[in-house]
């Protein structure tokens, strides 16, 4: 994995992170883990570091994760795999607003 792309995936997998720790509920939180989960089994669990110390506590600008999501197809990343990953993401915020 070359610097690029390891630091477009760092930055995904922190913003998942960062909304899984900001759910109001227990639900949702458990679906955003389950894409933090997806996305690390498309990258065979050679994955970097979550830094969510400087993200904003603002869930909606968190959801730019999904740019950083769809970015990774630049690097080889299967577009279905994306979309899949997207979709999580979706139906784990549709569970976080109620």
């Known amino acids: 994995m070359l610097v690029p792309h390891a630091q477009t995936l760092a ?3 922190s913003y998942v992170a960062a909304l ?7 639900d949702a939180s458990s679906a955003y883990e389950r894409a933090l ?4 089994r498309v990258h065979g669990d ?13 869930r909606n600008i ?5 740019s950083a999501i769809r970015e990774l197809e630049n690097y080889g990343i299967n577009a279905l795999s994306v979309e899949l990953i997207l979709a ?7 569970l976080d607003i109620g």
């Open 20 to 26: 899984a720790d900001r759910a109001l509920t227990l």
């Open 11 to 13: 930055q995904a997998r």
């Open 46 to 58: 050679d994955c970097p570091a979550l830094d969510s110390e400087d993200l904003t506590d603002d």
């Open 37 to 40: 989960l997806e996305l690390d």
């Open 88 to 94: 999580m993401l979706v139906d784990a915020h549709d």
């Open 62 to 66: 968190l959801l730019a994760a999904s």
